[in-house]
Structure formats: C-alpha cells, structure tokens
C-alpha cells in the first residue's frame, strides 16, 4: 500500500528539482518519462514505480531514498546547489581512480556512522567561543556524503546572525577511520579536510578528529582544529538540530563532558 505522505514529500521535493533544474517537458524528453505521468508524481498523488524512482534519481544524482525525505530537510539539504558539483566530481574519470582506491569494502561500509550530529569545535571567528554546527552523513548511491551547517550570532544581540556557512561533501571509511572532504556552499571560497575516530562512552557515541580549512581570502587564513562530534539520531537534519546550532562558552554546561575534555586536552 503506498504511503499518502510519501507520494506528497516526493512530488514537493520533485517539483522544487524541476525548478532549478529547467522545463518539465526537457527533463521528460532526457529522462524518457511521459509528460502526463510526470505530472501525477509532480502532483502528489501518484508515486513513480521503482524503475522510474531511480531514473529521475539518477538524473538529479541523488539516491532514490533521498527523494522521500521531509521537504524542509529536502530543501536544507539541497541549499547551495552542490549536489550538482559533487555528482560532476564524483563522476570525472580522476576522482573514479582516486575513489576505486579507497572504496576496498562492500558498499555499505560506514553505514553505521550515518545519521544528525552535533559538531562541536573552538571558532576561528569568535576567539574563545566553541561553535556548535549540525552535521549530517548520509548514503547516496554508492558513496557515504555528508553536509553541516555553522551559524555564528551576532556578539551584541544573540538573536541577530551574522555569518551562516553551509558545507557538503564526501565521507570516506578507511582502516577503522574516516575521512572527509567538502566545500563551502555560501561564499564559495573554502575547502576543508577532516579525519574521525569513533569514540564509545557507554550509551553515547562520538566522532573525534581533526579538521583542516584552506579559504581564498586572507581574512580566513588557513587553519587545523579539534573537532567533536556527539550522534544525536538517525536520518537527515531537521529544525530541531538547526536551532542547536550557535557558539557558546567552552563551559556552557549543554556541551558533553567528553566533548570539553577532548578540545581542553593538551597534545
């Protein structure tokens, strides 16, 4: 039996692809989907069979799971248009290479790290201040990616933000460890490497490591940090996990104890 909810999420998040994407009728013709059955999956009220979800999947590359998710996710999710630039990248012959010799495993390796986390690091921006972004892996297709978002509040007025940086990009499961590269959606100009370890305190689970940024302007000099990651459930972000996200004091009491221990410790 289909599920109303997810024909209505799926022909949102359809319509607002076609959007961005151009004509519905160029998007048939290259998809090779009649125009009037389009229409009913753009409608809502009829779902695509599985081969045609993976057609219009493939043709936006997304994964097909992706396309059912809560419209605001969808939409926050997809901000900054860098699903398009990583589906380039990931599909240049180099980076295939580049790929083909990390991807040793089955292709479900590091699903078990997916899911919403709290990401905690000292700001580069605000001296002193920890920020708090939402951090979000998640498989699409045959790669693990991954996307957050930090937001940086006005130092006057806690209600005001002055800066907002959205990142997306690969997540890499290597020897018991991963690794991370991604781009900065907002303005544009800065890359930034990370490499996490899976850390297990009873009942809560972290990802602890490093993270390096190289920015185009000499206002964002290049950086390394700690990072902090606290798992905090599965699926992608929700405005829940958005309003998380601010800077505190590196003694606010809501950061975990395994968190202010790990970016307080002396190498």
């Known amino acids: 039996m289909i599920d109303p909810l997810q024909s209505q999420n799926f022909g949102e998040n359809l319509r607002f692809l076609c959007e961005r994407q151009g004509t519905v009728s160029n998007i048939c013709r290259k998809i090779k989907i009649n125009r009037q059955q389009f229409n009913k999956y753009l409608s809502g009220l009829h779902l ?146 990370g490499i996490y370890a899976p850390v297990q305190r009873s009942s809560k689970s972290f990802l602890m490591g490093i993270t390096s940024g190289i920015a185009e302007t000499m206002l964002r000099p290049p950086y390394s940090t700690k990072v902090a990651m606290h798992f905090r459930g599965p699926g992608l972000l929700k405005r829940e996990h958005l309003d998380r996200v601010t800077t505190l004091e590196k003694g606010d009491r809501s950061i975990p104890t395994e968190v202010q221990q790990y970016l307080s410790s002396v190498d």
Request: charged share 25%; aromatic share 18%; glycine share 6%.
């Open 48 to 193: 695509p069979s599985m081969q045609n979800q993976r057609l219009i999947a493939n043709f936006f590359g997304l994964s097909r799971s992706v396309l059912f998710a809560e419209p605001e996710e969808f939409r926050t999710l997809m901000e900054g248009n860098y699903f398009y630039a990583i589906d380039t990248l990931r599909s240049s012959k180099r980076m295939a290479a580049f790929l083909d010799t990390l991807l040793v495993a089955e292709d479900t390796a590091g699903d078990e790290y997916a899911g919403v986390y709290d990401r905690y690091q000292y700001s580069t921006i605000y001296k002193g201040k920890v920020l708090r972004s939402a951090y979000c892996i998640y498989r699409n297709r045959d790669l693990l990616q991954h996307y957050y978002i930090e937001r940086f509040p006005n130092l006057e007025d806690q209600d005001k933000i002055d800066f907002v940086f959205k990142y997306h990009g690969f997540t890499i499961p290597l020897g018991g460890r991963l690794f991370s590269l991604d781009f900065e959606a907002v303005q544009k100009n800065e890359m930034t490497f």
